[in-house]
């Protein structure tokens, strides 16, 4: 079988190798579909923690259930996609219902190789039904549920002002989902573009750009002087990170979903004087996923929003390459397997 293989920051090779054998309490997936997302980029060009090349990147993907063992309620031939967040079902995060912080998790396509690939062979406990989806709906299911996961731990209150700095995939996923708990979302982020498609894609009511002048200004000028009580980054930017927690109310919660490298330095007066609720938010659990695929089949997210370009994998090396470095206005990069 053939498989993608990012070898080296920057490069990606097209490899063949054998198709796995099934093993027990596993299950084999011919893939149908795989997004790329922020994960994978930052992998390609070297920025992504906890990786290690060569590596088959891709963990947002769907496809046909083709051998399994130990995963009762699924049948051969059934659409899946799964929770690629591999946890050890021992530690104190497992066995408090928190796998998708396990202390030794292995994530799909970071960790361990990943669904750029024709034939993947996962835990079995991490099938999920497609539940009515199609296969490109389903390999969305999980970069939505991220933004899902990081709103259940807000604890959105409805009319709550909330803040989603970042308006890329996760971002917009964020905030669709804060609207859909009921807040009064906020996007913010340094390019007009984006903006533009969370306020006409996705009917996000407020943007600011992060860079125009009196942004605090602004925001309290939205929020009627209050400023947002949760405060989101999806952005994995250090320097957005750091500034975010100036843009909270007093008593508000600071969420982190984006990641990156360097160091959280925020000034303890500014953080201590609004008793600010500071916590992150990693990966998603099974549930996220459950209220993802209902939000779809209700009709409450259009998963082909975040879709802006479709390729075989004949072409996913060289589309890929170019995604580095796509348009301001693209969202997603689908794969055809």
Known sequence: MKALVCTKPGQLDYVEM???????????????????????LHAFDGTQPYFNY????????????????????FTKGDLV????????????????????????IKVCGVHVDGGMVE??????????HSSGLNASELALVEPLAIGAHGIRRAQIQEGEYVLVIGAGPI???????????????IAMDVNEKRLNIAQTKFQIPYSV?????????????ITHGDMPSVVIDATGNQQAINNGLN??????????????????????????????????????????????????????????DYISMTVGFEQAKSAFSEWATAPDDMIKLAITM
């Open 18 to 40: 054998a198709e796995p054998e099934l093993q027990p309490a596993h299950a084999i997936i011919k893939l149908q579909r795989v997004c790329v997302c922020g994960t994978d």
């Open 54 to 73: 060569p590596r088959i990147l891709g963990h947002e993907l769907s496809g046909e259930l083709i051998a399994f063992d130990q995963a009762p309620g």
């Open 81 to 104: 996609t799964i929770i690629p967040y591999f946890s050890c079902g021992q530690c104190l995060a497992c066995r408090t219902g928190k796998p998708n912080c396990c202390a030794n």
């Open 119 to 128: 034939f993947l062979q996962v835990p079995s406990y991490s099938l999920v």
């Open 171 to 185: 971002g917009l996923g964020t905030m669709e989902f804060a609207r859909i708990a009921g807040a009064r979302v």
């Open 209 to 221: 750009n992060a860079l125009g002048p009196n942004v605090s200004e602004q925001i309290r000028q």
């Open 247 to 304: 843009y909270l109310t007093h008593s508000g919660r600071y969420v982190l979903i984006g990641l990156q490298k360097g160091d959280l330095i925020f000034s303890h007066p500014e953080f201590h004087k609004r008793e600010t609720t500071l916590m992150s938010s990693r990966n998603a659990t099974r549930e996220d996923f459950y209220s993802v695929i209902k939000a779809i089949n209700d009709g409450l997210v259009n998963p082909s």
